[in-house]
Every structure is written in C-alpha cells, then in structure tokens.
C-alpha cells in the first residue's frame, strides 16, 4: 500500500521560480526520504531527514518534516530546466522495516 | 565504482515464458533491494535481501515470482510463467548499513510481457 501521497501531482512552474512538493503519510518511521526520477531513468537520492529533524537543506533543496502531521515537503529554489523531473517522497518503517514505501510522485515541469 | 547494474535494460516475451531479471549491487553494499513500478501502483517493494539472505517476501505479488542471492554481487528476479500484468519497470537497489543511508538504484528493467 502506498504510505506516502504527494501533492500535487503535477505542477509546472517557469525557471527561476521556487516549486514546492508535499508528502504526507500514514505511520509512524525513522526517517523520509526524496528521490528524483528523470523520464526512463532510475531513481536519484536527494536528501534524507530524520525522524527527530525539522528542517535540512542541501544546495537548492530544502526539505521539511513535521512528524505531528505525518508531513513533509520538499522546496527547489531557483528551478532549472533540468530540474524537470518526477519526485518521489519515500519512508521507512520504525521496528527495523528496510524497504521503502514510495508515494506516486510529483511530475514537475518547468518551463525555460 | 559503476553503480548498481541492471540486465537486461528492456525484456520483451510472450505470456507464459520464463523471465529472469538480473542485478549486480554496488561493491561492500550488504542490502539488496527489489521494486517495481506501473503507472497504477506506483513504486511498490518487492523483497529484499540482508548479507545474501532474504528478509521480506512480503510484497511479491504471486508464488510465479522467485527471487535469489547466490552470493553478494549478484540476485535474480524470476517469473514463472509470465502474464501480461506482469509488464512494468523492476528496479534494483542496494544499500550499505542502515537504513539512515540512502539506496542506490540501478536503471532499471523495461519488462513488457505480450
């Protein structure tokens, strides 16, 4: 069963704009995770936030997670074309749970 | 280090043919990983290996699915007998140490079964 939904699940932005991505999910894990997919490629790791973090950010990308909403989301500042992709927030369990739990993505385009 | 490696890229067979999906994880990684993705389910965990030995099975979807790790630089993912559901993209991925670090993907394999 899908544990992660992101919203929206499209968007389309112009380049240089910010593009904003939410995740929420259902229980309760160690830690969240994003990951890039480009068309017909594999998935990419962006960045990991733990269960006992708010905020991280590494480059153009900050992700947030507020684990009393089951909630997270992911900024990109200053799109680039290439930043075209679909993103994908995933979670893992608490009780030693190692696989992931991948939510059906974001789609985000962004406009040169 | 070439990253996880996945063969073959695409696979096109006939309902009822045998198909075997192969994965080569990154060196020193001690988890092994395999999902699936289709449009309707999205990235779904198939099963997954610790050390060569296998932890879940919990999401392969049907005893025609089998999956192995002879040793710590190769698995396989085989169906038995294919069927037409069976069609989307199977992804590898390995792992080293705990689940703080993240997971490696390899390219994938295409699979469309006819």
């Known amino acids: 069963s899908q544990q992660g939904e992101e919203d929206p699940q499209a968007l389309s932005i112009q380049e240089g704009e910010n593009a904003t991505m939410n995740c929420s999910y259902k229980t309760s894990i160690n830690n969240l995770q994003w990951y890039r997919q480009n068309s017909g490629r594999g998935l990419v790791h962006l960045i990991l936030i733990r269960s006992n973090e708010r905020e991280k950010h590494s480059g153009r990308l900050r992700v947030t997670l507020d684990t009393s909403k089951k909630s997270s989301s992911l900024l990109i500042t200053a799109s680039r074309a290439a930043d075209t992709a679909s993103y994908f927030c995933a979670t893992d369990g608490r009780g030693g749970a190692d696989g992931l739990t991948f939510g059906k993505g974001t789609h985000l385009i962004i406009q040169p | 280090d070439a990253g996880v490696i996945q063969s073959p890229r695409h696979e096109v067979t006939e309902m009822g043919q045998e198909v075997t999906l192969r994965c080569k994880p990154i060196?020193?990684?001690?988890?092994l990983f395999w999902y699936r993705q289709t449009m309707m389910r999205g990235l779904e965990l198939l099963i997954y290996?610790?050390?060569?030995?296998?932890?879940?099975d919990s999401g392969m979807p049907e005893d025609r699915f089998s999956a192995k790790m002879p040793n710590a630089s190769f698995s396989t993912l085989k169906i038995q007998p294919s069927e037409p559901r069976d069609s989307a993209v199977y992804f590898c991925a390995s792992r080293e140490g705990s689940s703080y670090n993240e997971q490696f993907f390899g390219p994938g394999t295409r699979l469309t079964v006819l």
């Open positions: 290996f610790n050390n060569n030995v296998p932890i879940d």
């Open positions: 060196s020193g990684h001690d988890y």
